[in-house]
């Protein structure tokens, strides 16, 4: 294994650490070394000896020099008078002041309006992830805890119909992750195909998953069956690529299952041993036969045919799912319906399937004693929707966001008065579904802090105090891979020097809770911490062991369901009421859905049943957000290496739509819909659907006007005044981010209809007069 630390003469150093966040990242946890000279990073080169990564490393690593040191970074606290908001009036403050200002604002909520009408917001699973409940439950007390991204659209509705389904952490590709010689451990077996289902890993290496193990995969043989209505890389080099029209994938999986039924395809013994409601699921999949299903999803019936063919007399083969199974209404039913395949073929828990995991409890322990710091009663107050969402709330201890926005909108049952922004920068067209909306009643909070490291529209355009957060380098951490839900390894994070007088998410909820709550922060750093919850993991560790050794490999069985190593009473099966995987729900109907997967029209698409009018008027379908390298959503817009990659924001067209709206290739074309309009540069490319665009989301420009109503012209680009907020399946989960309809046309560039501000003629929130309640179909 390397070295914790390589003298390299000359005062300089080389510290090995392992990434996490900011800049932001999900937990993947890249290995890698960090040349410091003089106190400054200087450079960064991936770590050889890192069992995944393997020494390489993406542009947002190797471009951190250009973050740490970037002349926009916020480097002591900030506080600004409300009256202010919007104006480039911060003044530089200590962390003393900051502490006194907090403590005394809190209480004044607490003594006026209770502790409940505080919210806490964070974005996706960054470190700040782990810390922003804990300071919500026990340092401010309040339940409102918030990922206020519409349909809680990332990775929760997937995490969560696991559980649900499987009674399992997050089911996971088999990459040999969790054995030190990886894929030339006797026990492995490389996929024969690998589908990835709505996820481009290539470039979002998500949720703890590094990407190009793909690659890896690919060089042993494994081959893909990408579904996807992009013509990506791994689309374009895969064996099968099943194109579909975004947000019908439920109905591309019923069509699947059905087929291998038909066929009697499936493994047999896995069904009539393992799973719960297969006469159910025969006869609903029934009703989607191929010639349907071709109807809906645009994907030729042949293809589908032989693409689950293949699948099913290849094993082992795997599955990957994406984000696109979250964000769209009927997202549960989807990824019901790759749990299903993977069960029905017999790849569960096999070497070379996919994996399955018991939640690990690294941080669980501790969190759920955060939420035991809640006064009696506190908790019965979270805002919700217990007679819709009880599904939601079934997996879920945290507020509703569509409830919590329109509980701002309306203060219904309670009005909330402060915010605290905990790694989001929510109104760049990155959480907040309509954030134009979000932005208007946040307007009228008392008292908002952001948490950050770089000044954010959402930060000057709402919040009286700014908190700064170190950067991966700046402090020590703990990296989990699928946070806890699947951890191959746990890895440190190692500091190796200081910038400015920043603090990480943790110092900070240390601070604010040991002013708050005291006795809920007994540890005196942040190694003490750590160390307990490797013990509470089952690690047996310290963190100074683990900073010392870099990671550490966890054990790992197949076959956990024979072995009765899921559940907690120690017999085989699986942890879901019946012991069994549910094909079949027993706990939907409880909560008033339909018990099985079926498909159905998101709200607002050109093929909405009923919805002629935007069929009519808004004749394209967009989907959004793809990944591309060079951002992690909002950020490193103002690193000047990637920056020059990526200068404007993109949407994608096929050449036949663009002819047809006297596009060409770098115009800036208007996107347009009954609720907002965006402005991105025209990409003319095949790799769309000539019925198809998609657009890239999280722009602002750094470089612009900082102040209100420009606030870096957060709103010209913002795609998510597009997307509806509360247009959600049933139990809570999944809002179509990646599935509207819309129009466009040429404009004459970037400001050519103004700031777009929600104030502005041009920028008006606009409404759509169809209820968004979508329409069953089966
Ligand atoms: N149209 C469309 N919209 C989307 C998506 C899409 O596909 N299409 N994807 C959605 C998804 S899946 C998600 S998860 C959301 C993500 O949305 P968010 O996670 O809210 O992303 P950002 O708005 O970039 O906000 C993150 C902020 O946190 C700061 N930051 C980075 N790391 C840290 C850290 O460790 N600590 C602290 N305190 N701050 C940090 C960054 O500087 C940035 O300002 O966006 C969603 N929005
Ligand atoms: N560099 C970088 N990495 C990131 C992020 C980032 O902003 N930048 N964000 C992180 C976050 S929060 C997340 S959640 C993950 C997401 O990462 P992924 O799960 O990989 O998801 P996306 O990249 O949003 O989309 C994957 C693919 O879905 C396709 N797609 C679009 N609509 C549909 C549809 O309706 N059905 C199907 N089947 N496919 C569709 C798109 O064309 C795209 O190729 O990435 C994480 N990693
Ligand atoms: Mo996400």
Not at 103 to 109: D, S
Not at 200 to 219: R, Y
Request: with cysteine; proline share 7%.
């Amino acid at each position: 294994m390397s070295e914790r630390i390589i003298d390299c003469g000359d005062g300089v150093i080389k510290c090995r650490t392992c990434a996490w966040s900011p800049p932001g990242d999900h937990p993947v946890g890249c290995g890698m070394y960090l040349t410091v000279k003089d106190g400054k990073v200087v450079d960064v080169e991936g770590d050889p000896d890192h069992p995944i990564t393997q020494g390489r490393l993406c542009v947002r690593c190797l471009t951190l020099p250009e973050y740490m040191y970037n002349e926009k970074r916020v480097l002591t606290p900030l506080k600004r008078a409300k009256e202010d908001r919007g104006k480039d009036k911060w003044e530089a403050i200590s962390w003393d002041e900051a502490l006194d200002i907090i403590e005394e604002k809190v209480n004044w909520i607490k003594e006026n309006w209770g502790a409940e009408a505080i919210v806490a917001f964070q974005g996706t699973g960054r470190e700040a992830t782990l810390y922003k409940t804990p300071l919500a439950y026990a340092a401010l007390g309040t339940p409102n805890s918030c990922f206020p991204m519409s349909g809680d659209s990332c990775y929760g509705p997937r995490c969560s119909v696991a559980d649900f389904i499987l009674g399992a952490g997050y089911p996971e590709l088999d990459y040999a992750a969790y054995f030190p010689d990886r894929f030339d451990d006797p026990r492995y077996e490389v996929p024969k195909y690998i589908v990835l289902w709505g996820k481009d890993p290539l470039f979002s290496n998500p949720d703890g998953f590094f990407g190009h193990t793909l690659i890896d995969l690919m060089k042993l043989g494994s081959k893909y069956i990408v579904i996807d209505p992009r013509v990506t890389w791994m689309a374009a080099h895969a064996e099968f690529h099943l194109q579909l029209r975004p947000g019908t994938d439920a109905a591309l999986g019923l069509g699947m299952i059905n087929y291998v039924i038909e066929n009697d395809l499936y493994d047999h013994d896995f069904v009539e041993n393992w799973c719960y409601g297969f006469d159910e699921l025969k006869e609903r999949a029934a009703q989607y036969p191929l010639d349907r299903v071709e109807k809906i999803t645009w994907v030729p019936a042949e293809t589908i045919a032989a693409a689950s063919r293949t699948l099913a007399e290849n094993h082992p083969s795997s599955f990957m799912w994406g984000l696109a199974i979250d964000t769209n209404a009927n997202g549960v039913q989807a990824g019901h319906t790759v749990l299903i395949l993977a069960a029905i073929l017999g790849d569960l828990d096999v070497p070379g399937g996919v994996t399955l995991a018991v939640p690990a409890s690294f941080m669980g322990k501790w969190r759920y004693e955060c939420a035991q710091q809640l006064p009696p009663g506190m908790m019965e107050k979270q805002i919700t929707d217990l007679e819709h969402y009880r599904g939601f709330q079934a997996a879920h201890v945290i507020a509703h966001p569509d409830c919590i926005l329109n509980t701002l909108e309306t203060d219904e049952p309670y009005p909330l008065k402060m915010a605290w922004f905990y790694a989001t920068n929510g109104i760049a067209n990155t959480t907040n579904a309509q954030g134009k909306r979000w932005f208007k009643a946040l307007e009228k909070m008392e008292f908002n802090v952001c948490q950050d490291v770089f000044m954010t529209p959402t930060a000057m355009g709402l919040c009286d105090l700014f908190l700064p957060v170190t950067t991966f380098a700046e402090h020590d951490g703990m990296v989990l891979p699928h946070f806890g839900r699947n951890t191959h390894m746990v890895m440190a994070m190692n500091k190796v020097c200081e910038v400015g007088d920043c603090k990480s998410d943790l110092e900070i909820d240390f601070m604010v809770g040991k002013r708050l709550n005291p006795s809920a922060w007994p540890w005196d750093n942040v190694a003490d911490f750590f160390t307990e919850q490797l013990h509470n993991g089952g690690v047996d560790m310290t963190f100074e062991d683990l900073q010392n050794d870099g990671w550490m490999q966890m054990p790992f069985e197949y076959r956990k369901y024979e072995k009765g190593l899921l559940r907690p009473d120690g017999e085989p099966g699986f942890n879901t009421p019946t012991g069994l995987v549910e094909l079949c729900s027993s706990l939907y109907e409880d909560w008033g859905e339909d018990a099985l997967p079926y498909f159905e029209e998101n709200a607002m698409t050109p093929y909405t049943p009923g919805r002629e009018d935007l069929a009519e008027e808004y004749p394209l379908v967009l989907t959004t957000g793809g990944r591309e390298t060079t951002s992690f959503h909002s950020e490193h817009r103002q690193v000047p290496s990637l920056r020059a990659i990526m200068p404007d924001p993109l949407v994608q067209i096929n050449p036949e739509t663009a002819a047809k709206y006297g596009i060409k290739d770098g115009d800036w074309v208007c996107i347009e819909n009954p609720l907002g309009k965006a402005i991105e540069k025209a990409q003319i490319t095949p790799i769309v659907d000539p019925r198809v665009i998609h657009a890239q989301h999280g722009w602002w420009f750094p470089e612009q006007d900082p102040e209100t109503p420009n606030l870096s012209g957060v709103w010209k680009s913002n795609i998510n005044s597009l997307i509806p907020h509360q247009a959600i399946g049933r139990i809570g989960f999944g809002a179509p981010f990646k599935n509207v309809a819309c129009r466009i046309y040429k404009v004459d560039g970037l400001d050519a209809l103004g700031t777009l501000d929600p104030d502005s003629p041009e920028g008006a929130i606009g409404t759509d007069p169809a209820s968004f309640v979508a329409t069953k179909e089966a």
